[in-house]
């Protein structure tokens, strides 16, 4: 077997993803076919971070005249709903995981402890993080750029329903160019439209590269980890 290119990766999953074609809630089918690319990666010996998103079950920013706080608060627990859906994908794929939670919910989850962490990636487990940060006003981009620092990930994979980064949204021009390669100064300066500037901004003090890559066929995930040329590279 080919040796893999990044030792531990951080993976950020969006809400939508895990929803497949119904849009809203869990497609287990998808979430299963996630799962038997990261065993992949993780029987080629690279260590797995996940961050996921919480959009399929709710997204705060469509809230109408809820207090913000509140909304980001009801979205941090949709991201621990699929956390644990996450989890039970890859446990039936024969991975071991834990999962950690940025809010304390200690019936059915870790709390977010660094070391801890650390130490099941020494043990070959899978880290699932939900709840976000734990704060309010942070995007779960944010929260991956925040988990991929804090555990030295090599890279963080930000996997996405496109193939890559385009200076404009594809699904609405089809003379959208795409990059293979970018800067984060040009992610800054041009607005595209990849993560939110905090989350890009903490990758670019942390010497974190980001790949932008299409999760619809999600043996993206391995051939990533390989370091196949897919999507776009920011770094």
């Keep these: 077997m080919m040796a893999p290119k990044y030792k531990r990766i951080l993976l950020k999953l969006s809400g939508e993803a895990l929803a ?4 809203v809630g869990l497609d287990y089918d998808v979430i299963n076919r996630f799962g038997e690319s990261i ?32 909304a980001d608060h009801i979205g941090m627990l949709a991201t621990a709903m699929n956390a644990l859906a996450v989890a039970d994908g890859l446990e039936h794929c024969g991975m071991e995981v834990r999962v950690q939670t940025a809010i304390s919910m200690p019936q059915v989850a870790e ?22 940060t734990g704060n309010p006003f942070f995007s779960t981009d944010t929260a991956a750029a925040l988990r991929a620092a804090e555990i030295e ?10 193939d890559g980064v385009y200076n404009k949204d594809p699904h609405k021009f089809p003379d959208a160019v795409k990059f293979d390669t ?54």
């Excluded at 497949?20 to 849009?23: A, L, P, Q």
């Excluded at 402890?113 to 976000?132: L, P, Q, S, T, Y």
């Design 20 to 23: 497949g074609d119904k849009k």
């Design 39 to 70: 065993k992949k990666c993780v029987d080629a010996g690279v260590e797995v971070g996940i961050v996921v998103g919480g959009g399929n079950f709710w997204r705060g920013r469509s809230s109408g005249g809820m207090d913000r706080t509140r």
């Design 111 to 132: 709390p977010y402890i660094r070391n801890k962490a650390m130490r099941h990636f020494e043990k070959g487990r899978v880290c699932v993080f939900g709840c976000g």
């Design 153 to 162: 990930a090599d890279i963080f994979f930000k996997a996405t329903m496109v």
């Design 182 to 235: 970018l800067s984060f100064t040009d992610i800054l300066s041009k607005d595209l439209a990849v993560m939110d500037s905090t989350a890009a901004a903490m990758c670019k003090d942390n010497n974190i590269p980001i790949l932008v890559f299409d999760l619809a066929d999600p043996d993206n995930i391995y051939r990533a980890c390989m370091g196949e040329k897919i999507g776009t590279i920011v770094k």
